[in-house]
């Protein structure tokens, strides 16, 4: 069943006032589609996919001429452009450069789920819902479609997902006399001082500027830290009674040098996975590929398991992570665009290729249930179906999450406030009522009503 409350995700980064932002581009197709809201024909679709088409897709996204190649095969008439402009702020910038312009911008692009709204909001994106794309909502795991279908609107088709859980080190774990990954929070504490006490490791690291982790987590223990009406109206709730449960905890760990707040992603950090300093990662369902690369030399080692709960005999997890395909409203092929994106992501074929080659965890739920992805057995995981273990996760994920339409700006605040705090071992619930009075001088000053 679909979930119909509204997510959002960022403005255009940096200072951009409310009224410019709600001037948005809007398009109409030479193929045939537009932005009038009534349902694309059959014939128009048949139309426009044997028409001659040159269309250009901007993703990250390594190998992906693969699937590409695949819908060329099937719609010859279409000729797609892969170009990947770069990953993370550089994507984000020249795509929004591109639609300030008014030229240059793609017919496709991948966007992040927390980035969507912002692109929603200058109107940058084409409604997919009149192309078809509400009968496929069903094909993908709930918490994921709602992430890129708050409203009766579909922005976007789901590429890829992180639901979160726990990798660690089994035979560190067991030399501390640990025999089963801790099922609740409390016994993690626990395991954490039997770990440091017993082998010198940390049970794990907390990125002292990792917003995606901290917020997973939150996400986790219920917290709803953000939300958006689709138009002017924001609430943020980052100081929540929640929220510093979850603080904390993680504050007492850290005082009491049982977990390390290295930055992660960088070389220090790879090598603390690799040589045993980190006895385990809470991560998304990225992350066991990831750690493959990193920690070559451990595998073997290490195990997956479900995240610690807060309250014994739950089973919820939180989202780290995931990218979606939206095609831009100004395209000129919308049909032939909207196809694309959705061919790559909903393929059988295509979409197990994503997940079995290029290693994104997937939100369709065919690729979930399928034997060839779920029952592989990973050496590096001492045999044991990871793939299978996140597609359980992945059923626990809260679908009621949204995004504030400025997250730019609500990550780097993070890294100021939270994170300096955190890398100063301080009290992280007050750094949170500093991050809380920065996101809403922000918002108002944006031009946002804050609720």
Not at 100 to 111: L, M, R, S
Not at 187 to 215: C, E, F, H, P, R
């Amino acid at each position: 069943m679909r979930n119909t409350r509204r997510t959002a995700a960022t403005l255009l980064g940096g200072t951009v006032a409310l009224g410019l932002v709600l001037t948005g581009c809007s398009g109409s197709g030479d193929d045939g589609g537009g932005t009038s809201g009534e349902a694309v024909t059959q014939d128009q679709i048949d139309e426009a996919m044997k028409k001659p088409t040159e269309l250009t897709f901007w993703t990250w996204v390594p190998d992906i001429d693969k699937e590409v190649a695949l819908f060329e095969e099937k719609y010859p008439a279409i000729d797609v452009k892969v170009e990947n402009v770069g990953q993370g702020l550089a994507h984000y910038q020249k795509l929004r450069s591109a639609l300030e312009a008014g030229e240059g911008a793609p017919d496709v692009a991948q966007i992040e789920y927390q980035y969507i709204p912002s692109f929603v909001l200058s109107k940058s994106l084409l409604d997919l819902s009149p192309y078809g794309a509400d009968d496929i909502a069903d094909d993908y795991v709930d918490w994921a479609w709602n992430q890129v279908s708050p409203g009766d609107e579909v922005w976007s088709i789901p590429q890829d997902v992180g639901p979160m859980g726990n990798l660690y080190r089994d035979d560190i774990l067991t030399s501390a006399g640990i025999t089963e990954p801790p099922a609740t929070w409390d016994d993690y504490a626990a395991a954490a001082k039997s770990v440091k006490d017993a082998t010198g490791s940390y049970i794990s690291n907390l990125g002292a500027t990792q917003a995606g982790q901290m917020i997973g987590f939150f996400w986790q223990a219920g917290v709803k830290p953000f939300a958006y009406d689709g138009a002017e109206t924001v609430s943020i709730d980052v100081n929540s009674d929640g929220a510093k449960k979850v603080a904390d905890y993680w504050t007492g760990l850290i005082q009491q040098d049982l977990i390390s707040t290295d930055v992660d992603f960088n070389d220090q950090w790879y090598q603390g996975l690799a040589n045993g300093k980190y006895a385990g990662w809470l991560t998304a369902a990225w992350g066991p590929v990831f750690l493959q690369g990193t920690a070559e030399s451990t595998s073997g080692l290490w195990r997956a398991a479900k995240l610690p709960q807060w309250n014994a005999g739950d089973d919820v997890s939180g989202n780290w992570g995931g990218s979606s395909d939206a095609v831009l409203a100004s395209s000129k092929n919308p049909i032939a665009a909207y196809k694309l994106a959705e061919f790559i992501n909903h393929d059988d074929e295509s979409a197990m290729m994503l997940a079995t080659e290029q290693f994104l965890f997937p939100p369709q739920v065919s690729v979930l249930d399928d034997p060839a992805f779920a029952d592989q057995e990973s050496e590096f995981y001492g045999g044991q179906q990871v793939n299978k273990l996140f597609a359980e996760i992945s059923d626990t994920v809260d679908t009621d999450f949204q995004w504030l339409p400025f997250m730019d700006y609500v990550y780097s605040s993070y890294e100021e406030t939270v994170g300096t705090v955190i890398a100063d071992k301080g009290d992280i619930s007050d750094a949170l009522d500093t991050w809380q009075d920065q996101l809403v001088s922000y918002a108002e000053s944006q031009g946002f009503t804050v609720e």
